[in-house]
């Protein structure tokens, strides 16, 4: 009995050890596929831990600020940046008369410091949409993001994805759901692998 139960425990701790980029702390992602497209600077460390993610780039500034808000979830599950409030950054936009939506690098990197933030987070939607395959309408989303040192103004991490929905019936919010989901999962893979 003890034999088997020594086996069992042994093909278990296996099993959780060969699964990916899944851990304990952070199960969220297990069932991510990673194949969106990342790249983690060699050696960015731990340098960064407060985080500002503007709203994104997109054909309408809802779209942007609905898709920054997805990547502001997703974020919140890899559980290593703090992440600066939205209200925050409105004020000292407001403050500043600057508009939010598609800033330049160097002016998300002088709001990061405004902010107190460590890096920002940018980023483009550069598919938002349907396209017709087979007499039917899929939901396609395709997004880039990058992290911004504020420091120095490196680029830490960049990731992009994009995807045509394996259904029609999938409306675009979910879609991009999905999308940022792939795209947060893979790059927490990356990061796991380069601490």
Not at 28 to 46: C, E, H, I, L, W
Not at 126 to 145: F, L, N
Request: hydrophobic share 40%; proline share 4%; with cysteine.
């Amino acid at each position: 009995m003890n034999l088997h139960f020594l086996r069992f425990s042994l093909c278990v701790g296996l099993a959780w050890a060969t699964a990916g980029c899944a851990s304990p702390q952070s199960k969220y992602f297990k069932d991510t596929q990673g194949n969106a497209n990342v790249y983690v600077t060699p050696g960015q460390g731990r340098s960064i831990r407060k985080v500002a993610i503007m709203p994104f780039k997109a054909p309408t500034e809802l779209i942007g600020n609905s898709v920054s808000d997805m990547m502001v979830t997703e974020m919140l599950h890899i559980e290593r940046y703090e992440l600066v409030e939205r209200g925050q950054m409105a004020t000292v936009l407001n403050e500043s008369e600057l508009a939010l939506a598609g800033l330049s690098t160097a002016k998300a990197v002088e709001i990061g410091n405004m902010l107190g933030a460590d890096g920002v987070i940018i980023g483009t939607v550069d598919e938002y949409g349907t396209v017709a395959h087979r007499g039917r309408s899929y939901p396609v989303v395709g997004v880039s993001a990058r992290l911004i040192h504020c420091g120095t103004g490196r680029v830490m991490w960049s990731v992009d994805f994009a995807e045509r929905g394996a259904r029609p019936e999938i409306t675009l919010p979910q879609h991009a759901r999905r999308v940022m989901h792939t795209m947060v999962g893979s790059l927490f893979c990356e990061l796991k692998k380069s601490r």
